[in-house]
């Protein structure tokens, strides 16, 4: 009988400890759905889930972030209205998808402009992040983390490595938005702007015959399954913009504010990247069967000169003296 009052006791306990589990499990005073568009693998990926680590534990359980990835909730072009109008929280947005509803925000991808370290952390807080910001805020939402997706980018092919301007004349090539593509044009290509989870297949299928992503992205969406050659170089900064629901933000309490941008803050600092191509990055890419390699100074530069003043003229002609005032304060980074 004592044995068996031991076991009644002992189950009963257990009983009550998994109710108290369970209701700190949904204690939660706050919730921050997250979506955005990348595989689990993408280091952004990554970066948020580490984020919502974060904010779980600075607030002790008093916000529960839930993150849905791989465009699972929403596709990229209907991540910035679900946040505008509150059927979601927050969201990732990579700054160039912006396209022409904020033109100002695709400078970061003038080819070669601001893509060193350097660049990269003085930007963050500065006057030009803070016009962006404006920009954002007229359109519904509040920029909380520049996050840095890539300061590079990888041409890759099936028929020969992209590594001069002249390589480009006549490709099908994934463009990014109509920007960056006046660039690839420029160099003879023909440039579809695609989302990333899509040119996998587009590249298998024959659709395009040559892509671009950042050198990380094209591991963790398998380039090197669909195409034999990769060539990187710091072309381009992208941004993954955390942007959240202003109504939501001013209804959270001050310290759960102070928390979540804390936390913000974190990955942005985890997100920078480094000048040059990081050689693991290379690596990887070429233990799996691709051909991988990074331009030379020189490669780069002759790269710049046929990409750039195209894409810089056409950057001022679609934002006009908001556009020359930013690449003014970039100038002073």
Known sequence: MPKLFHHLCRA?????????AAST????????????????THQTAINLARFAKDVQAATQGRVE?????????????????????GKIEA???????????????SVTIIPYLMTSVAKQEA?????????????????????????????????????KPLIAPADFAGLKIRGLNKL??????????????????????????????????????AYSRKFYEV????????????????????????????????????????AVQRSIRPDEIPAEDLKVLNEHGMQAVALTKAQE?????AMQPTVKKTFLDDTGADGEKLLQLIDKL
């Open 12 to 20: 009963a306990l257990l009983a009550v400890l998994s109710t108290a």
């Open 25 to 40: 499990v949904l204690a939660a005073d706050y919730t921050m759905r997250i979506s955005h568009q990348f595989p689990p």
């Open 65 to 85: 972030v839930q993150i849905f990835g791989a465009a699972q909730l929403y596709k990229p072009n209907q991540n910035h209205p679900a946040v505008a109008s």
């Open 91 to 105: 969201a990732s947005i990579l700054s160039f998808q912006w396209g022409g509803t904020i033109p100002e925000m």
């Open 123 to 159: 930007f963050i807080g500065s006057d030009a992040a803070r016009l962006l910001d404006g920009k954002m805020a007229q359109r519904g939402v509040k920029n909380i983390a520049w996050i840095v997706d890539a300061n590079d980018g990888i041409f890759t092919s099936a028929q």
């Open 180 to 217: 960056w593509d006046t660039g690839l044009s420029a160099m003879g290509a023909h440039p579809s702007a695609m989302p990333g989870s899509e040119v996998y297949q587009a590249l298998q299928t024959g659709v395009l015959d040559a892509g671009f992503t950042g050198v990380k992205a």
């Open 227 to 266: 195409q034999k050659y990769g060539v990187a170089s710091n072309i381009i900064l992208a941004f993954d913009n955390l942007v959240v629901n202003p109504a939501w933000w001013d209804s959270l309490p001050g310290d759960v504010r102070d928390a979540i941008q804390k936390a913000a803050d974190s």
């Open 301 to 305: 530069d002759a790269m710049a000169k």
